[in-house]
């Protein structure tokens, strides 16, 4: 069974600063991989996804992520964050082949405080 | 693109009442179908799954049901709700042709009380 594992549940940053937000999974192949954000009260929004070809991929919102298939992780990570990009982070596998259900596997998400 | 609808947005019902949270999607056809649930301080936790009307998969077994009565309408149900079922539920919609990407609707907070 796949898992995704983020293993910072908050994270505080100070307005400017680089960021980088860990995720790793478990699955037997090379999965889906996905990058959500969340604000208060809202729903889920994309950011990015990895699912084949360059390691390294560009998001909405200045964000980017790289997959290292030897460490099994696909970090988050931003060069200057803004006060807006506080919010929930959820880093999420899929597998290619789940069949007709094509799930999500949720990491249990880092909570991004930033200071001005 | 698409567009998910959830209702209500905010809920607070009695401990034992029953619940009905509604999720109807736009811009798309025989889509997959999710229920998630937050609790709060946590990640998310997949409910249900539909692949299409009437066809419901659950993940978590728990006095909740759902059901597809329309290709693009996708119902939460309970017959009588407890306090754990307070949280903040997700409805999403995969993305077609998108390698599992899927959209997620608003949500609905639902505080038992």
Redesign the interface.
Known sequence: AQSVTQPDIHITVSEGASLELRCNYSYGATP?L?W?VQSP??????LL?Y?SGDTLVQGIKGFEAEFKRSQSSFNLRKPSVHWSDAAEY?CAV???S?G?????T????TQLTVLP | SQTIHQWPATLVQPVGSPLSLECTVEGTSNPNLYWYRQAAGRGLQLLFYSIGIDQISSEVPQNLSASRPQDRQFILSSKKLLLSDSGFYLCASLVRGRAGEQFFGPGTRLTVL
Request: glycine share 20%; charged share 10%; proline share 4%.
């Open positions: 889906y996905f959500y009260g809202q729903g889920l929004q994309l996804k699912f959820f899929g597998s290619p789940s007709s259900a094509r799930q999500l949720f990491g249990s998400g």
